[in-house]
């Protein structure tokens, strides 16, 4: 099966700052979903992006599929921004199953 | 906007016992998904579902899962027997149609097995 994977796992960030998730996924892929979990477990969608970029307030994702990877941009990062992010993908003969990575744990600190 | 709703928020079992987890997908999506993720770890893929019949399982669906669309509008998880390793955090999605289609996740049922 497809192996995604992110990086990096663990970031600790001053509130205010930037920063750059990444995922790389091994085959070609027909969707690819960025979440966020809350500390309360809850799976919140911030991108659907097979390809190309979007962005929504302080968020941004890009997706270059013929290169086979993902970045999220978080900018001007707060406390609630806090949690693990994941990247999830379908990929091409993989039915439609998303395949999770294995997550960044990201800390906002004040 | 149209959301996938999961009940119990949080269940709580004694192993052995068979629970059911409830989820109501939105209402025009065609296909179904249950994932689950233990604590720690990565969400996994369990199940899809679509025209009333299973489309796809993974190796963790084995016979003491298994999934029912009883109404037009519920979409069923029932576990028989459960075991200590079922607790887990489990998650109902939706999407309008498979493939190049995003999925719509529910807040999810925290399932702590006693």
Same mark, same amino acid.
């Given at each position: 099966?497809?192996?995604?994977?992110?990086?990096?796992?663990?970031?600790?960030?001053?509130?205010?700052?930037?920063?750059?998730?990444?995922?790389?996924?091994?085959?070609?892929?027909?969707?690819?979903?960025?979440?966020?979990?809350?500390?309360?477990?809850?799976?919140?969608?911030?991108?659907?992006?097979?390809?190309?970029?979007?962005?929504?307030?302080?968020?941004?994702?890009?997706?270059?599929?013929?290169? $086979?990877?993902?970045?999220?941009?978080?900018?001007?990062?707060? +406390?609630?921004?806090?949690?693990?992010?994941?990247?999830?993908?379908?990929?091409?003969?993989?039915?439609?199953?998303?395949?999770?990575?294995?997550?960044?744990?990201?800390?906002?600190?004040? | 906007?149209?959301?996938?709703?999961? +009940?119990?928020?949080?269940?709580?079992?004694?192993?052995?016992?068979?629970?059911?987890?409830?989820?109501?997908?939105?209402?025009?999506?065609?296909?179904?998904?249950?994932?689950?993720?233990?604590?720690?770890?990565?969400?996994?893929?369990?199940?899809?579902?679509?025209?009333?019949?299973?489309?796809?399982?993974?190796?963790?669906?084995?016979?003491?899962?298994?999934?029912?669309?009883?109404?037009?509008?519920?979409?069923?998880?029932?576990?028989?027997?459960?075991?200590?390793?079922?607790?887990?955090?489990?998650?109902?999605?939706?999407?309008? $149609?498979?493939?190049?289609?995003?999925?719509?996740?529910?807040?999810?049922? $925290?399932?702590?097995?006693?």
């Amino acid at each position: 099966g497809i192996q995604v994977e992110q990086s990096p796992p663990d970031l600790i960030l001053q509130e205010g700052a930037n920063s750059t998730l990444r995922c790389n996924f091994s085959d070609s892929v027909n969707n690819l979903q960025w979440f966020h979990q809350n500390p309360w477990g809850q799976l919140i969608n911030l991108f659907y992006i097979p390809s190309g970029t979007k962005q929504n307030g302080r968020l941004s994702a890009t997706t270059v599929a013929t290169e $086979r990877y993902s970045l999220l941009y978080i900018s001007s990062s707060q +406390t609630t921004d806090s949690g693990v992010y994941f990247c999830a993908v379908e990929y091409a003969g993989g039915g439609n199953k998303l395949t999770f990575g294995t997550g960044t744990q990201l800390k906002v600190e004040l | 906007e149209p959301e996938v709703t999961q +009940t119990p928020s949080h269940q709580v079992t004694q192993m052995g016992q068979e629970v059911i987890l409830r989820c109501v997908p939105i209402s025009n999506h065609l296909y179904f998904y249950w994932y689950r993720q233990i604590l720690g770890q990565k969400v996994e893929f369990l199940v899809s579902f679509y025209n009333n019949e299973i489309s796809e399982k993974s190796e963790i669906f084995d016979d003491q899962f298994s999934v029912e669309r009883p109404d037009g509008s519920n979409f069923t998880l029932k576990i028989r027997s459960t075991k200590l390793e079922d607790s887990a955090m489990y998650f109902c999605a939706s999407s309008e $149609r498979g493939g190049v289609q995003p999925q719509h996740f529910g807040d999810g049922t $925290r399932l702590s097995i006693l």
